[in-house]
């Protein structure tokens, strides 16, 4: 592999766990371009992501998206010193196409390849925004498919998963409740809407993993499948009894009991482990109740939070070159051209 400049790399990141095409450059922690091409809109007539679709629709889009990075950048791939890639997790499909496009960029182009994690991926992209983490900070990655809690002291060498879903991530549950409703596809940003609307008050939904009983073992976990059910056993109730669903009251009590226990587990993480700096990320991030929520009780606790901009909230190739921006920068060894991708990846893995 040819030896990188001097000064700060040029990393072009490749992200392709799920349904977005994301490519972008970064040197150090400035964002030149993030290029998006999504398949959403492919897969909402099917109620959710449909991996062998998703997977086309990477191929199709990579080498276009590639090139409207660089061309946006006003940069030459040559000019590239390393090329980082989702690894996991996410779906196989998907991961492989991205996996792939690198693998076959750092060869073409003589740079070293480095396999990065897409959940730690969502926390360093903050680092784009507000600029680098002050030493440790707690990282909640919220979204369609992950509910993690990470204590992060290095994002490049240094992750510790706290706590994580046991069932339905945040952002699933949002779906499935939203399927339940009549909502179209995807129901997070439609419940997010409605419940602004409702009374978050209006009906009490449980809390899930909050019990005494739950606190010794899963202190920093979290299950909304529970939540899910409660939700569908009282619309169901309510139908059977001739009674007009209050869609918008739903909404914003099941929200609430979500951000409830999302927030307050957080913040006792933070308290437990001395943390002043709480940083958010993820597609469920974007949502207004959260949001509102995190700010409200970091206020009372004393908490810096950090929530970067919807646009970096979804999955984007931003987050993973920045992810691989820090780790270039903390010299960790660039991974091999026969890395493999993983579904599951563990959290405390943050390249391969």
């Not at 939203?178 to 809407?193: A, N, T």
Request: aromatic content about 4%.
């Amino acid at each position: 592999m040819a030896p990188m400049a001097s000064g700060d790399p040029l990393v072009l990141g490749i992200e392709t766990s799920c349904d977005e095409t994301g490519v972008a450059l970064v040197r150090g922690d400035e964002l030149l371009v993030d290029a998006t091409a999504s398949s959403m809109d492919e897969h909402a007539r099917y109620g959710g992501i449909i991996p062998e679709v998703a997977s086309r629709a990477h191929l199709e889009a990579m080498i276009p998206t590639i090139q409207q990075a660089v061309g946006e950048a006003g940069v030459d791939l040559s000019q590239v010193d390393a090329v980082a890639v989702t690894a996991g997790p996410g779906l196989v499909g998907p991961l492989t196409i991205g996996a792939s496009a690198a693998k076959a960029l750092a060869i073409g182009l003589g740079k070293p390849l480095y396999g990065v994690n897409h959940v730690i991926g969502h926390a360093c992209v903050d680092q784009l925004v507000h600029g680098p983490f002050p030493g440790r900070v707690m990282a909640l990655v919220v979204s369609g498919g992950h509910s993690s809690l990470l204590l992060v002291d290095d994002v490049a060498t240094d992750v510790t998963e706290l706590g994580s879903t046991l069932d339905d991530a945040a952002g699933e549950a949002f779906d499935k409740v939203g399927r339940l409703l009549g909502l179209p596809y995807p129901g997070g940003p439609h419940i997010d809407r409605l419940a602004r609307e409702g009374d978050p008050g209006a009906i009490r939904f449980p809390r899930g993993l909050t019990a005494a009983k739950d606190q010794a073992r899963h202190a920093y976990d979290f299950s909304f499948s529970g939540l899910k059910t409660a939700v569908a056993r009282w619309v169901e109730t309510e139908q059977d009894a001739g009674r007009p669903i209050p869609v918008a009251d739903v909404a914003a009590s099941f929200a609430e009991a979500v951000v409830d226990v999302l927030t307050a587990k957080t913040i006792a993480a933070c308290r437990r482990h001395d943390v002043g700096t709480l940083v958010v990320g993820g597609g469920f991030s974007a949502n207004s109740q959260l949001r509102e929520k995190a700010a409200q009780r970091c206020a009372e606790a004393g908490i810096e939070l950090r929530i970067p901009p919807i646009r970096y909230c979804t999955d984007n190739g931003a987050m993973i070159a920045a992810l691989g921006s820090a780790v270039v920068r903390a010299g960790v060894a660039p991974s091999t051209l026969g890395i493999g991708v993983d579904s599951s990846m563990a959290l405390t893995t943050v390249s391969v």
